[in-house]
């Protein structure tokens, strides 16, 4: 199985603020098939990007995905109020796998 | 857009079988792969399996023993059996979708189901 390491655990910003969060494989990820979701306390994730950097469908601008290999990043450029959330990668080249999250909370 | 809804008991006895239903609603079960996907509760995500309408699946290794996936295209509902729980098995429960030409990528979810193993 492919390990997916996220980090920071927990990241602390401000509206406005720019976040990085990274996700990095144990062995490379195949097709570059790597994927972010976003979840809210008391809902299911949210499908933000897939193939390390297209958008799916609704997903704002703001939000954008980079990286290939086993090194891979999800940048929110300004945050906004509801941005604020866990955040998981997974990846979907080989059998499933996702990290452990990043959760991503109000400074 | 797709949309799904799990159904089924959310108390389990441990050494019992959790069975699980997902209603489609809103698009052709034959145009989309069927996944489940689980949670614990304050934990991270763990996918479980998928099916293909035609019948077809692939499972987590890690669970592939207990569980099976079937599918009624006839009710536009798919279903997942767990034998053998434990607490460890205790979770939220999710079906989502998945696009034909990425099997095992989770697209659009249900809301989840809360499934607790418990005498």
């Known amino acids: 199985d492919i390990v997916l390491t996220q980090s920071p655990g927990t990241l602390s910003l401000s509206p406005g603020e720019r976040a990085t969060l990274s996700c990095r494989a144990s062995q490379s990820v195949r097709n570059s098939y790597l994927a972010w979701y976003q979840q809210k306390p008391g809902q299911a994730p949210r499908l933000l990007i897939f193939g390390a950097s297209s958008r799916a469908t609704d997903i704002p601008d703001r939000f954008s995905g980079s990286g290939s290999g086993t090194d891979f990043t999800l940048t929110i450029s300004r945050l906004e109020p509801e941005d604020f959330a866990v955040y998981y990668c997974?990846?979907?080249?080989?059998?499933?796998?996702f990290g452990q999250g990043t959760k991503l909370e109000i400074k | 857009q797709v949309q799904l809804q799990e159904s089924g008991p959310g108390l389990v006895k441990p050494s019992e079988t959790l069975s699980l239903t997902c209603t489609v609603s809103?698009?052709?079960?034959?145009?989309?792969?069927w996944s489940w996907i689980r949670q614990p509760p304050g934990k991270g995500l763990e996918w479980i399996g998928y099916?293909?309408?035609?019948?077809?699946?692939n499972y987590n290794p890690s669970l592939k023993s207990r569980v099976t996936i079937s599918v009624d295209t006839s009710k536009n509902q798919f279903s997942l059996r767990l034998n053998s729980v434990t607490a460890a098995d205790t979770a939220v429960y999710y079906c989502?979708?998945?696009?034909?030409?990425?099997?095992?990528?989770?697209?659009?979810w249900g809301q989840g189901t809360l499934v607790t193993v418990s005498s």
């Open positions: 997974q990846q979907y080249g080989s059998s499933p796998t």
């Open positions: 809103g698009g052709s079960i034959s145009n989309y792969y």
């Open positions: 099916i293909y309408y035609s019948g077809s699946t």
């Open positions: 989502a979708s998945a696009p034909l030409y990425s099997s095992w990528l989770p697209e659009v």
